[in-house]
């Protein structure tokens, strides 16, 4: 309760915080024209500017190539000038006599005369025209040239002016987008704060009734249709998945998955058996029957294989821990020697079995998982390695005495005389997260069981009776309904019980009560189903609370899992073995 008080004051403060944000982005963005119309509307204006100044510099350009040809021609008309200047001195002084001499002379130099001072005179007038208009020139290439600074200034102006927009705008957008990104991370957090809060609050419910509270991600996830990841993302809404804590199990001594995450965080063989044979001891060679002590027999019989010779033989054929587990000696050294802790522990706990089963020598012992599972074949490698360095060891009490030093796969983080198999070695808190079982990420920890065997699939078929490991609202009202007929509650009618088992399928014949059928026996039956709670403690489900139609319906675990294992379509089951410890989770 006080953390749901903290994480409200906090959440206030958050949403305080996003609309102080909101408003800085408001009051950034915010105006008549922004930045960046701005900016785009003096590069408009420094586009004009700037053809102006190419079609006044293309002006003058033709101006100055136009002074430049007057003053070639210029050049030219003044050449001309000299030229005929010098041809009528010459003339007039070498003709003079003909000017004396003859009419004819006469006529023609000052006809000749005549025509070099007009060319002269015309010529002059040409040059002073030429003049003029070079004057003016000069004063409009002048002119062009102060206009042309001005605009070079106007243009230098303009780009500082751009510049210093784009600079403002640069860090006003950055101030935006920082402001942008503190909103998204403050939204985040807020939508973090609001699911840590619903979650908090569930968990206050569940904890004021006893239930179970599951975090997803302390849940080995897999990729089997059974997990809960696979659950959680394809169960329609609505629908209900009954997850098991543990495989087939009896949760007696060693768990073989949890033994391998306690091999994995360091733990020696010797550790691992005195956590799951909590007050045995380890004895060489020699064992108490029936208040006789005896060397540990050198043969054990089987019911399969004969007489074995049991060190170098039946221990050998063991298939109790998979081999898979131990990497290369020379690949992965420091693992291999580490997953050799568990296979010695293992080597110990199976041959401590062995002999107490046997009697040490004077019974036969089964093959098959109803004792130890025992090969055709020798094995090498980690698990030879394991059975050599423990030759001869067992577990006993500190009389000699051996017991039945049972194991299995995944008890589901509680053993019998281990108790809570975490790594605080309690249940309180996030007890899934620190089980060891949990922490070796195997799948079997925590399961909705749905297919014939142990195998695992992502795909619906016989081995899984066609059909998803999930029920629907009519299916686990279905069974809440049995439940009631079973127990004779509200009834209206006479049913026979003898036909409560699963209805027809792929998998199970006719005969079976329909779920209309069902209903029909009850007075007000339950048809729609809006809430579970699973109430746990100390490895054991004491009920299984729903809320429905027809109000709070609460079944006992044990009757829950009678019912579901009778009802549940398909191969659907709790396959626990004397106890129960689920939880009922509705998506």
């Not at 809440?480 to 699963?502: A, E, F, Q």
Request: aromatic residues 10%.
């Amino acid at each position: 309760e006080d953390e749901i008080e903290q994480t409200e004051e906090e959440l206030a403060k958050k949403k305080s915080t996003l609309s102080s944000i909101e408003a800085k982005i408001k009051e950034i963005s915010g105006s008549n024209y922004s930045l960046s119309q701005k900016i785009n509307l003096i590069n408009a204006e420094i586009t004009k500017l700037k053809n102006n100044i190419d079609n006044t510099e293309a002006s003058l350009n033709a101006k100055i190539k136009e002074i430049e040809e007057k003053q070639l021609l210029l050049e030219k008309k003044k050449n001309s000038i000299d030229e005929l200047s010098t041809d009528l001195y010459i003339q007039s002084r070498n003709k003079v006599s003909s000017f004396f001499l003859t009419r004819s002379g006469w006529e023609n130099f000052v006809e000749g005369l005549f025509v070099r001072t007009r060319t002269i005179s015309m010529l002059k007038d040409e040059v002073e025209k030429i003049n003029g208009e070079f004057v003016t020139l000069a004063e409009s290439k002048e002119n062009l040239e102060s206009q042309k600074a001005e605009l070079e200034t106007q243009k230098s102006d303009l780009d500082k002016s751009y510049k210093l927009l784009a600079d403002e705008k640069a860090k006003l957008q950055k101030e935006l987008n920082a402001q942008y990104s503190t909103k998204g991370a403050v939204s985040a957090s807020i939508a973090e704060l609001n699911a840590q809060l619903s979650s908090m609050q569930k968990t206050l419910i569940a904890l004021r009734t006893g239930g179970t509270v599951v975090n997803p991600d302390s849940i080995p996830s897999g990729n089997d249709l059974g997990s809960l990841k696979y659950f959680n993302s394809n169960a329609p809404s609505g629908y209900f998945g009954v997850f098991s804590f543990g495989a087939y199990t009896h949760r007696n001594g060693m768990s073989q998955w949890g033994a391998k995450a306690r091999a994995e965080g360091g733990q020696s063989y010797i550790q691992i058996l005195n956590a799951y044979y909590p007050g045995k001891l380890i004895t060489t060679g020699q064992v108490n029957i029936g208040g006789t002590v005896q060397n540990i027999m050198t043969n054990i019989k089987t019911t399969t294989y004969g007489t074995l010779n049991f060190e170098d033989d039946y221990l050998l054929r063991l298939n109790e821990v998979p081999d898979y587990w131990a990497p290369s000696k020379t690949g992965n050294p420091t693992l291999y020697n580490k997953i050799l802790q568990v296979f010695m522990a293992q080597a110990i706990s199976a041959r401590t079995y062995a002999v107490n089963y046997t009697a040490n020598g004077v019974n036969k012992i089964c093959t098959t998982e109803s004792c130890q599972v025992v090969g055709t074949t020798k094995k090498t490698g980690a698990w030879a390695e394991a059975v050599a360095a423990t030759r001869g060891m067992i577990l006993t009490d500190s009389s000699k005495r051996v017991f039945s030093a049972q194991y299995a796969a995944v008890h589901g983080g509680w053993g019998n005389n281990v108790l809570w198999d975490t790594t605080d070695r309690s249940g309180t808190g996030d007890w899934m997260a620190k089980a060891w079982e949990s922490i070796s990420g195997v799948s079997w920890f925590y399961k909705a069981w749905y297919r014939t065997g142990y195998t695992s699939g992502t795909t619906v078929n016989s081995e899984s009776c066609y059909r998803t490991p999930w029920l629907s609202q009519a299916e686990m009202a279905d069974i809440i309904n049995c439940y009631m007929l079973w127990k004779k509650i509200d009834l209206k009618g006479t049913p026979d019980i003898s036909k409560i088992y699963p209805i027809k399928d792929s998998c199970h014949a006719s005969g079976a009560y329909t779920h209309s059928q069902v209903k029909g026996f009850i007075n007000n039956p339950v048809t729609s189903i809006t809430s579970v709670i699973t109430s746990s403690s100390n490895g054991t489900t004491n009920s299984v609370t729903f809320t429905t139609n027809r109000g709070v319906m609460v079944l006992n675990g044990t009757d829950f899992k009678y019912m579901y294992n009778l009802r549940a379509p398909g191969y659907l089951r709790i396959q626990q073995n004397g106890f129960v410890h689920i939880n009922v989770q509705m998506k």
